[in-house]
């Protein structure tokens, strides 16, 4: 340094200035002895100042990196409440959306669904797809396969969308379908051509079927979704998954092996097509072990239908009284030859636990809310049938 700049910084200016930096309750400084002594404290005394000022400087710096950081964080906070409990896209917002695929798996839960729906921006909220799918009560009817949606959809959209099997390459099996019925729907969701699955049902389902099922389809296909993606999938995969899940479905319901396996499923298909409530369910299943018991025809009209390959509002006097129909209930003492559907576990239990009673008869005396009514007496059940004409 040389010493014009040290005359600039004399000994009366730098006290002037740095002043009112002087802590007061330092003890006074003596004064320098000579000019030497003057310049080495005006040196010490800038050291000071500037190491208060670089303080001063990082503890501004701190305090707005901290502010920063609070105002990141409350954002964030704010954008994670608004994700769960905020709103939901509107149509116009989903006009100018971005096609996308999206996969629902297998077992997924509705959350799960939801938090990916969510980081992919197609819905705009946790909150409005969990009241979407309350709103359709379709809590647990999410759909495993891959849909083509749009970012920054209405959640009852995407709800709709997750929903509709038609809308999904997957491929569902439900309660009470035929084994034709689910075929028709394997063919429409994989592209398979009808002959690969008939070709497998029509040779007795070797290394796919169990014993007991004596190589028929009907009723080893358990209700359910299944994913039909892949240009892996073939007929005889699906079959055997189906078939799969049924094995493991009736050894949870701990349903008997053997004989005793296949009669379960042919009493609980007749029980779900006979009647359109499971509170009938197990009287439904005592009137048919009942009757099996004394030699009576079961006379139920949902297995003469099956035998024919028409629905049951069909049926003529001269069909019911065809005894060339293995099916026909009307005529035959005994179970049909197969199960005429695929039951649902309900139906399983009430085949297995019927209800305890004598009751010989059953009528449905309102189709619109299901309401049946049992007797043990003939004349009881005629006067009930009147009714109904």
Not at 115 to 140: G, H, P, Q, W
């Amino acid at each position: 340094m040389t010493d014009s700049l040290h005359d600039f910084f004399n000994e009366s200016s730098w006290e002037h200035v740095s002043g009112d930096m002087i802590n007061p309750n330092e003890p006074e400084r003596r004064k320098p002895r000579n000019r030497r002594e003057a310049r080495k404290q005006r040196m010490q005394k800038r050291r000071n100042n500037t190491t208060k000022m670089i303080i001063v400087v990082l503890s501004a710096i701190l305090l707005l990196s901290g502010i920063a950081a609070l105002i990141s964080f409350k954002h964030k906070t704010d954008s994670k409440k608004a994700a769960v409990s905020g709103g939901d896209y509107s149509a116009v917002e989903a006009a100018s959306g971005v096609e996308t695929d999206f996969t629902v798996k297998t077992g997924e839960s509705g959350s799960e669904v939801a938090e990916r729906l969510l980081s992919a921006d197609i819905i705009k909220s946790v909150d409005a797809f969990t009241r979407a799918l309350v709103s359709a009560n379709a809590t647990s009817s999410l759909l495993p396969g891959t849909y083509k949606l749009k970012t920054h959809m209405p959640a009852a959209d995407v709800v709709a969308i997750l929903t509709d099997s038609d809308a999904s390459n997957s491929l569902e099996v439900r309660q009470g379908e035929t084994v034709t019925a689910v075929i028709d729907r394997a063919v429409k969701a994989t592209s398979i051509p009808r002959e690969n699955f008939e070709s497998i049902i029509n040779s007795g389902g070797k290394n796919i079927l169990p014993a007991e099922a004596g190589g028929k389809f009907e009723g080893w296909l358990q209700p359910g979704t299944y994913d039909a993606t892949g240009d892996s999938i073939t007929a005889e995969g699906i079959l055997k998954e189906m078939v799969s899940r049924r094995i493991a479905a009736l050894d949870a319901l701990n349903v008997p092996t053997g004989a005793q396996r296949q009669r379960i499923l042919n009493i609980a298909s007749i029980v779900e097509a006979e009647v359109n409530k499971q509170d009938y369910y197990g009287k439904v299943s005592r009137v048919i072990q009942n009757r099996l018991e004394q030699g009576i025809p079961l006379g139920c009209d949902s297995a003469v239908a099956y035998g024919l390959g028409i629905n049951g509002t069909e049926l003529t006097n001269a069909q019911l009284a065809d005894a060339s129909n293995p099916y026909n209930t009307r005529v035959l003492k005994g179970l049909p030859p197969t199960p005429i559907d695929n039951a649902g576990g309900n139906a399983i239990k009430a085949a297995m636990d019927p209800e305890t009673g004598s009751w010989l008869y059953f009528v449905t005396v309102n189709s619109a809310t299901g309401e049946t009514k049992f007797t043990d007496d003939y004349d009881q059940f005629l006067a009930w049938c009147e009714e109904m004409k």
